[in-house]
């Protein structure tokens, strides 16, 4: 059996990829009423022409929030910055689409038996990838590619339910399941974090051949090959991803050519949202994107008032920022607080905490409270979860009332050392405080944030997780007994509800289930969710089609979310 410190570190590839809060982000709130949610316009692109005419060549230098670890996409750690790279370099079986779904995209077609037992996937046509060989995609590399997903640390609790993967002929592929799983299609999609790999770079795991950006890694991790719109050409650590345009790519543009319009793309990591700004107001690059709430509502809003750059802001199917209480981590060497498994307790830290005051501080209160795990709009959403309105004076009683029985109120709020994530803990530390808790701060860097709460070594840490396409997408997080589950809570109205809506095909049931884990995670307070967070991209004045162009084959308008990045094939710099 491996030990907590060897299991942390084979799953550190997982929480690393959460964007813990505050590694580049800062939080806010909609400054309404405490109870309510208040969901911002329909996102909407600004600068775009009514009739656009895309013109093109041009290059895209792109600034992201941070650099990544690798693009062996089975084994990386992907937040929103290597997601985003992704949609350049490679393609996914399958996409949302903007009535909550998943549309086919390299796949033609993704199709259920009747018992959604198995699914079979027929590929398209006449897709290569942008390697030396042009190799044509078949169902063996999509199987192989599949195959390392559901045998990797970061992948496999997902996939979990897949018993056989199996080439039915060259393009298709057929996986067969141990139970129902109706929402299959949201796991290929793997929240961003998939996309099929040349054989190629499959072949490269293990191998060292040299680069600039190699270190340690191997090929696979350093010389991604894919199907996507553009060719890798090179990666410089720490300073640019470099990519030109896939003259063969498979998806065909209005005016006759294949898709990009652009000649060439640039990646460049910029950690500091404030040096993103700069960069695009001086033009050392042409978009940014961005989850600094009070930029989306100060300095980036002014400049799009003012024409000099385009911008747009989504909250669909964001992430939900929250704090984490480790109840009982199946991974700890030693026990839990114990006050943290009583469930007044974790109400009364709840009610201690001022979330609208909380987000004007941090956000000038421009992000949307959240109270449950789900945004508006999706299954399992309530306006009313149960959750406790902030009540100091209810919290007081409990923590005297812990005091009373001879229990000790010390707690150790985990947190990393950037100014935003120090900013929010100290205001929650007062917060706490004042209604009677002993809080000890420990700030340390984030790889031992990241160790720390997946061994349990914390009672109270802040995230930033979960977007909420279809809820099943998170029954990893939130199922007893996984190693996912960091909060170590064991819920069977939870577990019970989020197996009925992974086998459930009536959508009524399947709300109903949600509608439970909702008013459940209301009640107990396992996690305190605080606000959901905002995603924008800026970018100069001539550049547009943020959101790219309608999905293939009649698939209707793309979705209006970028959490998980977003489409690069439609955009184009104006150069009349």
């Given at each position: ?41 329909e ?36 937040a929103?910055?290597g ?8 393609d ?14 390299l ?44 045998s990797s ?30 929402t299959?299609p ?31 890694l ?157 945004t ?97 997408s ?21 577990d ?22 909702t ?12 606000w ?24 209707g ?11 690069l ?8």
């Amino acid at each position: 059996m491996s030990s907590p410190r060897t299991t942390a570190k084979r799953l550190g590839v997982v929480l690393a990829g959460l964007a813990l809060i505050g590694t580049s982000c800062i939080f806010g709130d909609d400054g309404g009423d405490g109870g309510s949610v208040r969901v911002r316009p329909e996102a909407v692109e600004s600068g775009m022409p009514d009739d656009p005419e895309p013109t093109r060549g041009g290059k895209l230098v792109y600034a992201l929030e941070a650099e990544s670890n690798s693009f062996c996409l089975s084994e990386a750690t992907l937040a929103i910055s290597g997601m985003q790279v992704l949609r350049a370099f490679y393609d996914p079986l399958v996409v949302p689409d903007a009535q909550g779904g998943y549309a086919p995209y390299l796949a033609k077609s993704v199709e259920p038996n009747e018992a959604r037992t198995a699914w079979t996937i027929s590929l398209r046509k006449g897709i290569t990838f942008n390697d030396e060989a042009r190799t044509p995609l078949t169902a063996a590399i999509v199987r192989d590619n599949l195959l390392a997903y559901t045998s990797s640390t970061l992948f496999g609790v997902v996939f979990e339910p897949v018993q056989k993967i199996e080439v039915v002929n060259e393009l298709t592929v057929k996986f067969t399941l141990d139970r129902p799983w109706v929402t299959f299609p949201s796991a290929l999609y793997g929240g961003g974090r998939i996309g099929i790999m040349g054989p190629s770079q499959l072949a490269g795991r293990g191998k060292q051949t040299g680069g600039a950006a190699q270190g340690d890694l191997d090929d696979c991790a350093t010389k991604p090959v894919g199907t996507g719109p553009f060719r890798f050409v090179s990666w410089t650590r720490g300073e640019s991803i470099q990519g030109i345009r896939n003259e063969a790519y498979w998806q065909i543009a209005p005016d006759g050519k294949p898709y990009p319009y652009l000649e060439a793309v640039e990646f460049r990591p910029m950690p500091n949202s404030d040096a993103r700004i700069v960069a695009l107001q001086q033009g050392e690059v042409n978009m940014l994107h961005t989850s600094t709430a009070a930029d989306m509502d100060g300095s980036l809003a002014q400049l799009r008032d003012a024409g000099r750059i385009n911008l747009l802001i989504s909250e669909e199917s964001t992430e939900t920022t929250y704090l984490i209480l480790n109840i009982d981590n199946m991974l700890s060497s030693k026990p839990a607080n114990p006050i943290l498994d009583r469930t007044e307790v974790r109400r009364a830290i709840a009610a201690a905490i001022d979330r609208e005051a909380l987000n004007d501080a941090q956000n000038d209160g421009f992000a949307a409270l959240a109270n449950g795990p789900f945004t508006p709009g999706t299954l399992g959403y309530l306006e009313d979860s149960g959750a406790p309105d902030y009540d100091p004076a209810a919290a007081k009683k409990v923590v005297a009332k812990l005091k009373a029985e001879g229990a000790s109120v010390h707690l150790r709020y985990l947190t990393s050392g950037g100014p935003a994530s120090v900013a929010v803990a100290d205001d929650v530390r007062q917060m706490l405080e004042a209604v009677g808790f002993d809080i000890e701060m420990q700030i340390v860097d984030e790889v031992d944030v990241i160790n720390k709460v997946i061994t349990g070594d914390y009672d109270i840490s802040s995230f930033r997780n979960q977007p909420s396409f279809d809820p099943d997408s998170n029954s990893h997080w939130w199922t007893s007994g996984t190693v996912l589950n960091f909060g170590g809570f064991s819920d069977d109205v939870i577990d019970r509800s989020l197996a009925l809506g992974r086998g459930e095909t009536d959508v009524d049931a399947r709300r109903q289930a949600y509608e439970l884990v909702t008013k459940q995670f209301g009640e107990q307070q396992y996690n305190i969710y605080l606000w959901y967070t905002p995603w924008a991209v800026a970018e100069s004045s001539d550049v547009h089609g943020i959101l790219g162009p309608p999905l293939p084959d009649n698939g209707g308008a793309a979705p209006k979310n970028i959490v998980t990045g977003h489409p690069l094939i439609g955009i184009w710099i104006d150069r009349d």
